[in-house]
């Protein structure tokens, strides 16, 4: 595996299940995200990881819940959800010094559906 | 605070025509900025970048941009689109975090 990648690709679940989308970079990069990606809205920043430390957190329901155990593994605990929590969660990561700007690398995504 | 605009959410080309997506920003210091692009079903794809230096920015794929402090622009362009060219493009201001434009989605015809 190469790049970053996130499983499932699809997921549909009910307001009442419990799920967890999970993401895994194969960069060396100390920096993981969340973002949440609906229609017709710019990406919205969810989570941000830094050195497996949780460094922001944009006002994100309580139903979401991110956990980063190791600098390589990103998850992201669903509960509860609701019909408008449907959309494209992409995962990302980068290799953040501090001093100089550097891109993301984003996964392909899970495309969520809340029934 | 920092801001991206995209203008016009979706723009439609002819193939080997010249391709224009266009995006400002605001901002109180020289930003860094970036070009994303999403195919459908796909995460987002870094095609180029601008930090320091040179303002004409060259992408993979063809794309180009160029960074405009006085105009607070960095517009992406391509000579001759493709077909294959097809996608969401977005663009995106890094100053602590990445803030992303809205996105605008770049059609085809042949």
């Known amino acids: 595996e190469t790049g970053v990648t996130q499983t499932p690709r699809h997921l549909v679940m009910g307001m009442t299940n419990k799920k967890s989308l999970k993401c895994e970079q194969h960069?060396?990069?100390?920096?993981m995200y969340w973002y949440k990606q609906s229609a017709k809205k710019p990406l919205e920043l969810m989570f941000v990881y830094s050195l497996e430390e949780r460094v922001e957190n944009n006002s994100v329901p309580s139903r979401f819940s991110p956990e980063c155990p190791n600098s390589s593994h990103l998850f992201l605990h669903l509960h509860t959800l609701q019909p408008e929590d449907s959309a494209l969660y992409l995962c990302?990561?980068?290799?953040?010094?501090?001093?100089?700007?550097?891109?993301?690398?984003f996964g392909p995504g899970t495309r969520l559906t809340v029934t | 605070a920092q801001s991206v605009t995209q203008l016009g959410s979706h723009v439609s080309v002819s193939e080997g025509a010249l391709v224009l997506l266009r995006c400002n920003y605001s901002?109180?210091?020289?930003?860094?900025l970036f070009w994303y692009v999403q195919y459908p079903n796909q995460g987002l794809q870094l095609l180029l970048k601008y930090t320091t230096g040179a303002t004409l920015v060259k992408g993979i794929n063809g794309f180009e941009a160029e960074f405009k402090k006085s105009e607070t622009s960095f517009h992406l362009t391509k000579p001759s689109a493709h077909m294959s060219d097809a996608a969401e493009y977005f663009c995106a201001v890094k100053k602590g975090k990445l803030i992303f434009g809205q996105g605008t989605e770049l059609s085809v015809k042949p």
């Open positions: 960069l060396g990069h100390n920096a």
């Open positions: 990302a990561s980068s290799q953040e010094s501090g001093t100089r700007p550097t891109e993301q690398y």
């Open positions: 901002s109180s210091v020289p930003p860094y």
